[in-house]
Structures are given as C-alpha cells and as structure tokens.
Nanobody
Framework: QVQLTESGGGLVQAGGSLRLSCAAS????????MGWFRQAPGKERALVAT????????YYADSVKGRFTISRDNAKNTVYLQMNSLKPEDTAVYYC?????????????????WGQGTQVTVSS
C-alpha cells in the first residue's frame, strides 16, 4: 500500500531553517502530485505548498511564499520542503500528501495518501 514517511522536523529558533523530507513507497511516484500541509494547535489543516509530478510547477500559500521551497527527486521517491526564515507562527505538525494527478493540486480533498506528520516548533 502507499506509505509516506516524513522526517526532518524539530525545534528551531526564529529565523532558522529546517528541511523536511517525505519518502514515498507503494506508488508510481512520478505519477503523483505532492503537497505539504500543516496543522497548528486549535486550527484546521492548511495547505503549505504543492508540486506537480515533474517538479515543473509549484504553488505556495501566501504565508510561506519567499521563505519555503518545495522540491522533489523522482529517482529517490522523495519530496522536500526547505523552510527558511522560520517564524513562531510556522509551528505546526507538517504532513506530506499525495494525489494521482499530473496537474497542480491546490485543494486538500483530492489528496488520498497522507504521512503521519512531523512536528516543527519555532521558538521566539
């Protein structure tokens, strides 16, 4: 079955950087659009960034534009989220998700495979 495993979360000071990774198995990775979502305490899960199957197109939430970069390596079945200039409001559990699509998928509903999440905590 499809399995997504996130790693790279942790505690970092404001202004610092983290790189999240999501390793995928059980799917033809290059046929899937991938997304990163996050859920802060008491808030709904929200889209952070998405990327098409080829990596040719990306989309970012306004709150992270210019600070975060999503990328993928289809040879390694892995998607990444480079997070720079982190702010306390970026504190959340970060999830990667997959949807079988060749398009850029900006809404949550089409994503049907999810990782278990990784905690990112940014201290002020």
């Amino acid at each position: 079955q499809v399995q997504l495993t996130e790693s790279g979360g942790g505690l970092v000071q404001a202004g610092g950087s983290l790189r999240l990774s999501c390793a995928a198995s059980g799917l033809t990775f290059s046929s899937y659009a991938m997304g990163w979502f996050r859920q802060a305490p008491g808030k709904e899960r929200a889209l952070v960034a998405t990327i098409t199957w080829s990596g040719g197109r990306t989309y970012y939430a306004d709150s992270v534009k210019g600070r975060f970069t999503i990328s993928r390596d289809n040879a390694k079945n892995t998607v990444y989220l480079q997070m720079n200039s982190l702010k306390p409001e970026d504190t959340a559990v970060y999830y990667c998700a997959a949807t079988r699509s060749l398009l850029l998928v900006k809404t949550e509903r089409p994503y049907d495979a999810w990782g278990q999440g990784t905690q990112v905590t940014v201290s002020s």
